[in-house]
């Protein structure tokens, strides 16, 4: 009797010692996945602020103005102003 | 075998019970340590290494009104030697030059000698294709670190207002000294983490962008040495454009340091001459001293001391009423009207509208104005048309306003509220009464009207300008340097229901075509128009075209 308890409570000793280590295991490459994603997630928002700063700089006024000029653009009057009133009376007419 | 003696079978029993009390301790000591590996967490490999001489900032972006970037943080690679480490000095830094020109190698040879020290920074806000090109060169004893450092990708455009970061990215400048004072940077030792709110400025960068381009334009044309404008709300005093040209660049803080780049809008001050006058009439309005069809009899030069008189370019044979006076820009008039309002009303008067003290902004002070430092009659005549007081240009710009505005106080703003450490509203501070503005702006609206009026230039199509001009002397040690004006125009549009003030300055303008003239009427105010041509529609204001 004592000898069967004995030996089931080294298999339940071996068996929660396998599962601990599995679920350790786990952990750990959980752990390190998160770790590698959150570096990648670092990386990429280094990325899109660099990518930010140089759509910036092909933006700026002093590119884009010469550039819309040679497409034929001008920049914005006073005149290019309508009321709604004007719009109704313009969409009539045709 | 002898018998057992019961003595001795116990005390064997007692050592069976003790070296398995042993073991059994050992084992569970074993495992518990086990456990206890496998449950925490993986700290055993990090290691924190503090260095307290690589320390750097992370700064929140800088954006315009709507978003645009004016200033971010970049990551870059930064070099840095152990000098423990290295081979040998002479021979790295012959290697690194290779790659790496315009390093101080004699400085850092000495530097380097010292192996007791364990970290000396080589080059600072490397590209990551210069860092890679260093890196194959395979030298032992050098390491890079990534840290934030500042760039600002629309160039010199708002460049005095954004200000500059030093080399540990803190701000000392501009808006950039104003984030380390009210935002808040954070402490970084490695890359940094997350994202900052951007600080959000007033400017409107197309807005910002037509400005400088028309100062510079109008720099050309007339030959000018220097300019600046500034594109104000009346009401709320939120700067929607701000430059003085040249243009500083934001990522070169030496070079900003020149007198020729001196931010002439805010930290120079100047004797801005007949737009003075604005402030002198609405003076003698609101003290009821005399209302728009008071008569002066402007004929006779006014004789301040035995050589030194005030008179008009082109005298007046018949006494004139104050509207003619201001569109006529009658000197004598001018100081004829603050004789009648007298210096001590006239000094409180400027110090109400804020012209005799530094203005603090979201950018720094401004320079202080030059007050005369005895007020007597000479200086109360030249005053009433704009010498003998240099202000700022920015903050004549926002005294006007509160002319114009109904006549409440503003105060100049580069900031966003909403963005800003002052999220309430500050009340009203009145001035001036509601009536004296609604005269002052009748007159600005005359002097762009009138056939004769020196602001007709100025004039743009469905907008409504009012204006006044002024040409002054330029003041240079010990007087006045004869030949250079500073010709100023400061409008306000629509006058109806008044949006925005413009001030226009333009340094040393020459003569143009056939005209021997260098006057306001002539260079400020058609470039005033020209600005507001341009801006007001980016800013949204619906012409009155029929």
């Known amino acids: ?94 | 075998m002898p018998a057992a003696d019961p003595n001795t079978t116990r005390s064997r029993a007692l050592r069976v019970v003790m070296v398995y009390g042993i073991l059994g301790l050992g084992f569970s000591s074993v495992g518990v340590q086990l456990v206890r590996l496998g449950l925490a967490e993986r700290a055993i490999g990090k290691t924190s290494i503090s260095r307290p001489l690589a320390k750097t900032y992370a700064r929140p972006d800088i954006v315009d009104r709507n978003g645009n970037i004016f200033a971010t943080d970049v990551v870059m690679q930064s070099l840095f030697a152990d000098p423990a480490n290295l081979l040998s000095a002479n021979e790295t830094l012959a290697t690194l030059n290779t790659v790496l020109p315009g390093i101080d190698t004699a400085h850092l040879r000495s530097v380097l000698a010292n192996r007791k020290r364990r970290f000396v920074w080589l080059r600072r806000g490397l590209s990551p294709a210069m860092a890679q090109r260093i890196h194959d060169l395979g030298l032992p004893g050098l390491d890079f670190k990534s840290e934030p450092k500042r760039s600002y990708p629309q160039g010199r455009i708002a460049g005095h207002l954004i200000g500059h970061v030093n080399i540990d990215n803190k701000g000392t400048a501009g808006i950039e000294h104003y984030i380390d004072e009210h935002v808040g940077i954070e402490h970084v030792v490695a890359t940094p983490q997350g994202r900052r709110r951007a600080l959000h400025l007033t400017i409107d960068l197309p807005a910002q962008a037509a400005l400088e381009a028309e100062l510079a334009g109008a720099m050309r044309r007339y030959s000018s040495t220097a300019a600046s404008g500034v594109v104000l709300d009346v009401d709320t005093g939120a700067v929607r454009a701000a430059a003085s040209l040249p243009t500083a660049d934001p990522g070169n803080p030496l070079e900003a340091q020149h007198l020729r780049f001196l931010d002439r809008l805010k930290r120079g001050t100047y004797e801005l001459g007949s737009i003075f006058k604005t402030v002198t009439i609405a003076m003698a309005l609101d003290n009821r001293k005399i209302t728009t069809r008071t008569k002066f009899d402007v004929r006779q030069p006014i004789e301040l001391s035995r050589r030194f008189t005030i008179s008009d370019h082109q005298p007046a044979d018949r006494p004139l009423s104050v509207t003619e006076i201001f569109v006529r820009s009658s000197n004598v008039g001018a100081g004829l009207i603050a004789l009648k309002v007298g210096g001590a009303e006239q000094r409180r008067f400027l110090a109400k509208l804020g012209l005799l003290k530094a203005i603090k902004t979201d950018a720094g002070p401004t320079a202080a104005p030059l007050v005369p430092s005895s007020w007597g009659r000479s200086e109360t005549v030249t005053i009433a048309y704009g010498h003998g007081l240099a202000v700022a240009p920015l903050q004549f710009a926002a005294a006007g306003a509160a002319l114009v505005n109904g006549g409440h106080a503003v105060a100049p703003r580069f900031v966003k509220r909403s963005s800003s450490i002052a999220t309430k509203r500050a009340p009203l501070r009145r001035v001036i009464s509601a009536r004296t503005s609604a005269d002052i702006r009748r007159l600005m609206r005359l002097n762009v009207t009138s056939p004769i009026g020196s602001g007709r230039r100025a004039d743009v199509e469905g907008y409504e300008v009012g204006g006044k001009t002024g040409t002054a002397d330029r003041a240079s040690t010990g007087g006045y340097d004869g030949d250079a004006v500073i010709a100023s125009f400061f409008a306000v549009f629509p006058i109806s229901k008044p949006r925005f003030v413009v001030l226009v300055t333009l340094h040393d303008p020459k003569p143009t075509g056939s005209s021997k003239k260098r006057s306001a009427s002539l260079n400020a105010a058609p470039t005033a128009g020209r600005i507001i041509k341009r801006v007001a529609p980016l800013l949204g204001v619906v012409p009155k075209l029929r």
Not at chain 1, 33 to 39: A, L, V
Not at chain 1, 56 to 67: F, H, V
């Open chain 1, 1 to 94: 009797m004592l000898r069967m308890f004995i030996l089931l409570a080294i298999a339940a000793a071996l068996a929660s010692a396998f599962r601990l280590y599995a679920v350790s295991y786990q952990t750990q490459q959980i752990a390190d996945q998160n770790s590698r994603m959150t570096s990648e997630i670092a990386k990429l928002s280094q990325d899109i602020t660099i990518l930010r700063a140089e759509r910036t700089y092909l933006m700026r006024p002093e590119r884009i103005e010469p550039l819309a000029g040679k497409l034929g653009m001008r920049p914005v009057a006073g005149r290019q102003f309508m009321t709604p009133s004007e719009l109704h009376t313009d969409q009539r007419q045709r």
